[in-house]
């Protein structure tokens, strides 16, 4: 069974734990050193009080369910631990040099990064865009401003019209999504930011046109009980990347 050491033990983290499935949780760790021991209460696993201590412990793959600050931290380390590296913060990646120098450094080491797909649906089919003309990518995330950390927004409003890799350099919480659609389509994705307080769903739209023809794509998701900047989804969407890296068929493009 793959063994995985836990990196961030809040909300994904913990659903994570309460829901794995043909994977072994080994390690924990957490920059509030409380949360990784909490956290090692809901599964027997052991929370290490420091970064080097959990890099050394004997498991297969690091899951970064913890910030952009910590995947930029601590990705090349994983990687020279031999572990391979599941990177929920995907909106480090929207740093063009540190992505060349992290899947350089996975390539030499001969390991790999993996990428969910997190709180959309589509990232499949959208990776065509690597062969094949795509002329149109847009993601127009809506959330209540709950979710946005704002504590007055009166009625629906625009807070970012413009690419991806600006917008989650202001929004690091909210748009993650926004630069997996980057990475898998390889090309700029514009980006819609809404606040509205009549939603009280995570709504993210995304508009692609191409040599395929067209798409729309509406995924309402409900936010996660203990961060509705979150996406219940997306830590489902990692719950399954660690169940199919197991199994022998992969399904999807
Ligand atoms: N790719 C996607 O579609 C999505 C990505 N995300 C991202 O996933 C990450 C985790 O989300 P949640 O669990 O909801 O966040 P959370 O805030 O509930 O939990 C994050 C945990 O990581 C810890 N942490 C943060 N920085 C750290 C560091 N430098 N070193 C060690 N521990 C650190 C925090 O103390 C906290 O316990 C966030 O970066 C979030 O933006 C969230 C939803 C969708
Ligand atoms: O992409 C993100 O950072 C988070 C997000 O929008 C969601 O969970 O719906």
């Not at 924990?28 to 090692?40: H, K, N, T, V």
């Not at 297969?60 to 910590?70: H, L, M, W």
């Not at 389509?185 to 993210?204: C, F, K, M, Q, Y």
Request: one cysteine or more; a negative charge; proline letters at 4%.
């Amino acid at each position: 069974m793959l063994t995985i050491g836990l990196l961030g033990c809040g909300n994904i983290g913990n659903i994570i734990i309460k829901n794995h499935v043909g994977v072994d949780i080994v390690a924990l760790f957490d920059q509030m050193p409380g949360r990784a021991e909490e956290a090692g209460k809901l599964c027997d696993a052991k929370a290490f009080g420091n970064i080097e201590d959990f890099l050394n412990e004997d498991y297969d793959i690091v899951v970064e369910a913890a910030s952009i600050d910590a995947a930029q931290k601590y990705a090349a380390s994983v990687l020279e631990h031999g572990k391979d590296l599941v990177v929920m913060s995907v909106g480090v990646f929207a740093d063009e040099l540190f992505r060349q120098e992290i899947t350089d450094l996975a390539s030499s080491l001969g390991q790999k990064i993996y990428i969910p797909s997190g709180a959309i649906f589509g990232l499949d089919n959208l990776k065509i865009g690597q062969v094949s003309g795509i002329t149109r990518l847009l993601l127009r995330t809506t959330k209540n401003p709950r979710s946005l950390n704002i504590e007055e927004c009166a009625e629906r409003t625009c807070l970012f019209s413009g690419m991806a890799n600006e917008c989650i350099r202001h929004y690091p919480k909210n748009t993650n999504v926004s630069v997996a659609l980057e990475l898998a389509a390889g090309r700029d994705v514009e980006v819609e930011l809404w606040a509205d307080p009549s939603v009280d769903r995570n709504v993210h739209e995304i508009f692609i046109e191409g040599d395929f023809g067209e798409a729309t794509i509406t995924v309402k998701n409900l936010p996660s009980p203990d961060n509705p900047a979150t996406s219940y989804l997306a830590a489902l969407s990692i719950v399954t990347l660690l169940k199919n890296l197991g199994e022998p068929m992969r399904v999807g493009t």
